[in-house]
């Protein structure tokens, strides 16, 4: 068995550090959550797609396909001649002599009817126990819960434990595991790419791996997110995943599930050094701040302890503007992973020239100006600057639709904004709603 996974944790590692090919498949591209998994395996051999040229990444899979991929994955190699007892598998069919190998390896054994049930669907806790042994690992009875809906006695909370440890199938977005769920064949192709690079590491898996890098211009910074999550480039910059189950539509108030990651930029003027500012920052903070360093740029953390805050990153830019990203998330289940993700897409932040400017305050102000009563510029205005706070929203307008205020510390005035016309109302000196 050592050898085998030694061999195997070779292979997966030319896989890892090789940039990925493009998997031909129509109905797989890029920005599919499983497409690096769907391309290692298929360039491994342990997938293919179909003649129309379709891979089917939502369809569901069998209990035989199943094995066949995680005994393919993990290096187990098909036995022959191994006798049977199960009365629904024929001696001839394609699987048998995966089903032989799986019972030669003692990964599987059947059910109490003598039946093996290969076209019945394979749920998430069967899968997850299928994979552990395939790979030859081991899965102890964990001290607590490793997923509130999965309580330690039952029978595979182990295996769910050990998918925990290494990230092989995390919780859906209402934070539960479902272990009783049926799997696709990108799902299933996830979990076995999954093992394989976390085995070839010797760490739990690293999603974030492969996650599509976003260019953010108004804020001057690229960051690398989550597949699934919107995300907002014009103007204040933002990327969320709303709570759906909940009826979440706006990104600013997340629900139970629900979380985002604002971005806004002081545009510092009066070329403060970031030391100047993080005093300034942690003066008026009511609470803890810390210094770091996020991707090699000088940072302050604001660490929030209650309510839909948690956390806030003030990160000093080489063109000496200072961008604030403020994390908000929900307090269900799924909080601790969206914390993390958020974490994990500030850690990614690159320093971006796409959206400099060369105008000068009074410049973009005078434009700004300009602009006012002009339907459907008003978000390309505001993207002028990238410091906007919204305080303030009168959801009825008067005869149109919502009305917006933003406000400016950088050049000091609120916008008055109409959403359904994208048209800026009105502006005013100051922080104010009174137009």
Known sequence: MKIRQSLLAAVVLSFVSAPLSYADFSDVSASNTHYAA???????????????????????????????????????????????NFSDVESDAWYAEWVGSAVQEGIVSGYSDGTFKPEQSVNRAEAM??????????????????????????????????????????????????GEAALSRAEIAEMVYRLQVSNAEGRPYDEARHWLRVDFPTVNITLKVPFEWGYKQEGVGAVFLLDSAHGQVSLLTPYENGGSLLMTR????????????????????????????????????????????????????????????VALRGDGAYGPYLEAHMEAMVMSLE????????????????????????????MDMMALLSDWE?????????????????????????????????VLLDIRDGKTSAF
């Open 351 to 378: 320093y971006s020239t796409s959206g400099a400017t060369n105008q000068t305050l009074d410049e973009i102000v005078e434009d700004l100006r300009a602009a006012i009563q002009v339907d459907g510029v008003g």
């Open 266 to 325: 002081y545009a510092n003027h009066e070329g403060q050094s970031a030391e100047e500012l993080f005093d300034s920052v942690a003066l008026n903070s009511s609470w803890p701040t810390r210094r770091t360093e996020v991707s090699g740029h000088e940072a302050l953390i604001v660490e929030h302890e209650d309510g839909l805050f948690y956390k806030e990153w003030y990160v000093y830019l080489p063109n000496e503007t200072l961008v604030n990203l």
């Open 38 to 84: 769907i391309t290692s395996l298929v360039e491994q051999d342990i997938l293919q797609g179909y003649s129309d040229g379709t891979f089917k990444p939502d369809q569901e899979v069998n209990r035989a396909e199943a094995l066949k991929m995680f005994l393919m994955g993990m290096g187990v190699a098909p036995q022959t001649g191994v006798e049977l």
């Open 129 to 178: 126990k299928m994979l552990t042994l395939a790979a030859g690992l081991t899965a102890s009875s964990p001290n607590s819960s490793p997923f509130l809906d999965v309580s330690t006695d039952v029978w595979f909370a182990s295996y769910a434990a050990l998918a925990k440890e290494k990230n092989v199938i995390t919780p859906q977005t209402d934070g539960l595991w479902h």
């Open 390 to 422: 919204l305080f303030e929203t009168d959801s009825i307008g008067v005869g149109t639709g919502p009305v917006d205020y933003y406000y400016s510390p950088s050049a000091q005035l609120t916008i008055k904004y109409e959403r359904s016309y994208d």
